[in-house]
């Protein structure tokens, strides 16, 4: 078919994508890590003041659709670039769910090694960066590997600011295709697949290779 013939053609286009499309996804995973661990501390171990702050800051992240934050940063008098402008905007909406991520491995450390650190003369910071984060990472893999699947996708949505990824890649052959829509999606559908599972068998590995005897595992 000739559909199959112009995917073929234009595979080096949708490698580019693809790389654009990694690119924005370790921007905004990043950008959701360094927001949504803040939120997380500020809500567990700060004052009846940061904890509202942060709450209400998380609240407003997770209410708001992404499309719409991507085209208000993208409009904000800044001059932004639309790649980091798509890494700010969706960053920012993966933080609110990133921070629950860290906040339930957080609560899941047992409180008694947090009274050890204390009665050893360790101080909040200290037991925070030595005690509680490096188990809160190995317990949130689980979990943020579903998160990072989610924002894989959600790197489409930066099309619509003038990203050249995958989906503006696909864009462009139905356009000058005049059609063939289906079978273009069919194809985008099965990259997105393949990515995701990729990433995702990745994360299990790691998860297992870090796992303690002793602690719960992921069935």
Partial sequence: MEIIKILISELPQFAKGTLVAIEVLIG??????????AIALAEIFGNSLTKF???????????????????????????LNPMLAAIIALGLCSSAFQSQ????????????????AKAMG?????TIFYIVIPQMIRLSIGPWTNEFSSELKD????????????????????????????????????LY???????????????????????????
């Fill in 155 to 190: 790197t489409s949505l930066a099309y619509v600011v003038g990203v050249v990824e995958i989906m503006r890649n696909a864009k462009y052959i139905i356009a000058y295709t005049y059609g063939n829509t289906a079978a273009v999606y069919l194809f985008v559908g099965i």
């Fill in 122 to 126: 360790m101080s909040r910071p200290r």
């Fill in 193 to 219: 697949f393949t990515l995701t599972r990729i990433g995702t068998y990745f994360f299990y590995k790691l998860e297992d290779r870090l796992w303690v005897p002793g602690f719960e595992k992921r069935s």
């Fill in 28 to 37: 905004l995973l990043f950008v959701g890590i360094v927001i949504g661990l």
């Fill in 101 to 116: 991520i860290f906040r339930g491995a957080i609560l899941s450390v047992q409180s008694g090694q947090i009274e050890a």
């Fill in 53 to 79: 702050l942060a709450t209400t800051l998380r609240k407003f992240l997770w209410a708001i659709p992404q499309l719409v934050l991507l085209f208000l940063v993208f409009y904000l008098p800044f001059d």
